[in-house]
């Protein structure tokens, strides 16, 4: 467990920086160009001169201020997203440390994020930055609710908090816990957006836009403590894949069962998570963003009755279905992807119609006439 | 063992210290921030105790929400801090002996033994001894089992205070307009767009129709 501790602490830190990197290229050529090319061979020491320029800036803490308070919340931000990492596992044997509770601990722990961002918001002393401290937190904590029932629709098929042991239910593609139940399919989704909204990312990331608010609660930061919650970002983004990917894709499992797992599953779960990691990227250079008020009631009044929705439903095919068997996981792929045909192909035609065509002209004169 | 003293002695001075700081600190700010400390000793101190699953939920709920809530409250406020630390010295004497009454009732009440600190054995406990189930399981069983019911009534109170709570400060707002989402993603691209061909320097107006 101290090798894991070690390798851990030495090998999470430099994944942010290789996701930094990943972010422009892959916005690069989605944008249709390439990109940063010209600091090592096909621009890959960017990010190290994307920090030697950060550390050399100058650093400036504003006057007026609560100059305790800006100095140490990037630390918590920073500390929080990466102590989400112990309750991971990586591996059958990878993990830094087998908690009972591991998924509250991680819940727990990314509550502690919203301390540090209304903190760097207040202690800048700038209008701009607690407001969209106050947005962020009010997003952070709006969606940390269809998050935590998506979780517990996975433990209560799990029938266990600990994060290793719902990963060793899930041997092969047919036991991951999203095609467990049609429920689980649809919580998957929810809690896969919702962690976008958790970290802020596009089309969720109104609090730190740079058409809004200047950028939010770091407007005021410069230097390494911008770099400090921009890594946070980048590992609080691999984090929450790490855990979508454990909860519900297998972890560190493979798709065949009881199939040798290369690596001792770190293949495997890295694999996973850097593909959810990229759909989030892609995500975000594809949609535009959402208005505060807009991503406020997608979550209140669209995900969180359908995560109660989908309690309901594992709960009641938990009683129908007492112990996974093989029926009880073919009916719900045959269920998902009855939903799946249903969902795009009747209801997509029936919604492409459109409400109703525009006034003609005529018409329009007329009622601007009386 | 003698990490386990460490570590009870740092988080219980932390715990008390923070309290203090709450009402000693000038800056509201900084008293929420310090009773959130507080709560983080003793989160510290429930899993200690082996209450592993009291203490996240005691992070998770209020750190993660009570807490985030006194801090909206406390920054959106205009305070003057000056006038709110005024006549601390006038109300000291008689914060002090409220204290100390407090403080001697506390001492009174478990220096007589009528609160038993000890477990008794010879009690039937509810719950399974906690070295063969997890704190979380030993509290689902009774919690939904036993105390369902209690359960789903406190539930239900917390949801008539949610429910007042909106009612009592919801406001419709006349001069908004609602979007129908459902509708404006459903609307027909050929009946939105129109593509019309101009030629570079054409005179005349933009028709309308």
Avoid at chain 1, 160 to 169: A, H
Avoid at chain 2, 57 to 65: E, H, K, M, N, P
Avoid at chain 2, 131 to 142: K, M
């Amino acid at each position: 467990m101290l090798a894991c501790c070690v390798i851990f602490v030495a090998v999470v830190p430099l994944l942010p920086l290789g996701l930094v990197l990943a972010e422009r290229k892959v916005s690069a050529h989605i944008q249709d160009r390439v990109g940063p090319m010209r600091v090592g061979p096909h621009g890959i020491l960017q990010t190290l001169a994307d920090g030697v320029k950060l550390i050399f800036k100058e650093d400036h803490i504003p006057r007026e201020g609560d100059k305790f308070l800006f100095v140490v919340s990037p630390y918590i931000i920073f500390a929080c997203s990466f102590a989400v990492f112990a309750a991971i596992p990586f591996g059958r044997s990878i993990l830094v440390s087998e908690l009972n509770i591991g998924i509250f601990y991680i819940m727990a722990i990314s509550s502690v994020i919203v301390m540090g961002v209304i903190m760097a918001g207040w202690a800048s002393n700038s209008k701009w930055s607690l407001l969209g401290a106050m947005r962020s937190a009010a997003q952070i904590v709006s969606y940390e609710i269809p998050i935590g029932l998506g979780i517990l629709s996975v433990v209560m098929l799990a029938q266990t908090l600990n994060m290793q042991e719902i990963v060793k239910g899930q041997d092969g593609i047919a036991n991951w816990l999203i095609f467990r139940t049609p429920f689980t399919f649809i919580a998957f989704f929810v809690f896969f957006i919702s962690s976008i909204a958790e970290v802020n990312r596009t089309p969720f990331d109104l609090p730190e836009a740079e058409s809004e608010l200047v950028a939010g609660f770091h407007t005021e930061y410069s230097g390494m403590r911008f770099a400090l919650f921009f890594i946070a970002e980048y590992a609080n983004m691999f984090a929450v894949s790490a855990i979508a990917s454990t909860l519900f894709l297998g972890g560190w499992h493979g798709i065949v069962t009881r199939r040798a797992i290369t690596l001792g599953g770190l293949l495997g779960v890295v694999i996973k998570t850097l593909f959810l990691v990229f759909v989030m990227m892609w995500i975000r250079w594809t949609l535009p963003r959402l208005r505060v008020d807009q991503l406020m009631n997608l979550c209140w009044k669209y995900f969180i009755p359908i995560s109660f929705f989908n309690i309901l439903g594992v709960g009641i095919w938990g009683l129908i279905f007492p112990k996974d068997s093989r029926l009880s996981i073919i009916i719900s792929i045959a269920a998902i992807i009855l939903g799946l045909i249903f969902t795009f192909g009747v209801l997509g035609k029936s919604l492409s119609k459109g409400p109703k065509p525009p006034p003609s002209s005529a018409e329009r004169r007329v009622s601007a006439t009386t | 063992m003698i990490i386990q003293t460490i570590m009870f002695y740092v988080l219980a001075v932390g715990t008390v210290g923070a309290g203090v700081m709450v009402i000693a600190s000038r800056n509201p700010v900084h008293s929420v921030l310090f009773l959130i400390l507080a709560f983080f000793n003793s989160a510290g101190l429930f899993v200690m105790m082996g209450a592993e699953f009291l203490a996240m939920i005691l992070i998770i709920v209020y750190v993660g929400a009570v807490a985030v809530l006194f801090l909206f409250v406390v920054m959106m406020l205009d305070i003057n801090f000056a006038e709110l630390r005024a006549g601390f010295l006038q109300y000291l004497p008689i914060g002090g002996v409220i204290g100390i009454i407090l403080l001697a009732e506390l001492v009174m009440v478990f220096a007589s033994g009528a609160i038993e600190i000890e477990v008794p054995t010879n009690v039937a406990s509810p719950t399974p001894p906690p070295d063969e189930v997890t704190n979380t399981q030993a509290l689902g069983d009774v919690l939904y089992t036993r105390y369902a019911y209690l359960f789903q009534g406190a539930g239900f109170i917390l949801l008539i205070a949610m429910v007042g709570a909106i009612v009592l400060t919801h406001r419709r707002r006349t001069d908004v307009r609602r979007q129908r989402i459902a509708d404006q993603v459903a609307r027909d691209p050929k009946a939105a767009v129109r593509l019309t061909d101009i030629e570079p320097g054409a005179e005349g107006t933009w028709k309308s129709d």
